[in-house]
Each structure stands twice: as C-alpha cells, then as structure tokens.
C-alpha cells in the first residue's frame, strides 16, 4: 500500500482510507456466528433524519417491549446502526416486527451477515467464461488454468453453448 510521505499533524497529507486485510481467526469466526445469532442491521428509510444510537435504543426498547440489559446499539454508518441482543430468540422476534419507528422516520431490520461492508470486488463469484482464441488442442483447464490469479480458480469445463458465436471459445466455469 502507498502512503503520501509523512506530515505529522498536518490533515492534508492523510490518506483518504486504508484497505487492511487479517487472517481469519478461530476467535473472528466465533465473533462472526455471534453476530450472525445476536444482531441485525437496522437500516433508516430516510437517510435525512440524523439519529443518534442513544435515540434509536430508547425508542426500539419501547416498541420491543424488552429489557435494557438485553439490548444494545451501536451506530457503524451514517444511516446504519448494529443492534445486539443477548438472545437469539429476542432477536428473531425483532427481525418479524418488520422494523421500529424512530422520530420521523422508520428503520428497516435486516440480518447481519459477514458480508456486510465488504466492497464488491472483494466478494467471490462464479461465472460462466467464454475464452476466444484459445485453439481446440489446448482445451484443457490446466492449459487455461495459469491465466487466472491466485484467489480464482477454473472449476469445470462447459461444453453447453448457449450462442451461435460461443461455438469457437473455450468454455469454462471459474470462481
């Protein structure tokens, strides 16, 4: 990663965001089946209101009727805040009362999953991919295979051709 030279103490010479990458842990894992048990997202329809975690944890123990001790916010986005609850089935019970109403706007709640946050060039995929020039002999994934970077891999040749013009490429599905 590049960094402007350092100026210290002087904002303009700041990188405007850092991308940081970490092993995945036993303890992140854990973390993450947590909050996949606990938590859920709860999103504002109208991004306008400016509300603060105080003010959705006191309106959203009113309307689920629980107690404090059971419950926290924490606000992670402009219009975006992660509620925690100390039980599953607290926050299941959340998720079906399809929202809570804050001020004057309403908050839509959705699970929290992994993949929150994640830019989308970051997320894996697989995709059927039709390769031109490639000649009939060399039709073979380990011919093909070294074309790739490391995280992706050719999963299986495709012999279906869908289109009048895929009938000259090489077809392969790659994650």
């Known amino acids: 990663m590049d960094f402007p030279e350092a100026h210290p ?17 036993p303890t992140l894992a854990d ?3 947590s909050l996949e048990l ?3 997202l709860a999103v504002q329809a109208d991004g306008r209101a400016r509300l603060t975690d105080d003010q959705v944890r006191r309106d ?13 916010v924490t606000k992670i ?7 925690r609850f100390s ?3 607290l926050r299941t019970a959340a998720l079906v009362s399809r929202g809570i109403k804050v001020g004057h706007t309403n ?8 993949q929150f ?16 020039g490639v000649p009939p002999h060399a039709w073979q994934c380990e011919v093909v295979a070294p074309l790739f970077s490391q995280p992706s891999f050719v999963d299986r040749i495709c012999d279906k051709r869908y289109k009048e013009n895929e009938k000259e490429c090489f077809c392969l599905v790659v994650d």
């Open 38 to 40: 606990h938590a859920l």
């Open 107 to 114: 908050l839509h709640l959705r699970p929290w999953t992994r």
């Open 77 to 83: 986005a402009a219009a975006t805040f992660l509620l």
């Open 87 to 89: 039980d599953p089935a």
């Open 60 to 72: 959203a123990l009113r309307q689920l009727r629980i107690s404090e001790l059971a419950f926290s």
């Open 117 to 132: 946050g994640a830019a989308a060039s970051k997320i894996r995929y697989r995709v059927r991919l039709c390769l031109e």
């Open 31 to 33: 973390e993450e089946r």
């Open 9 to 25: 103490g002087n904002p303009d010479f700041r990188p405007d965001h850092a991308v940081a990458c970490a092993a995945r842990t």
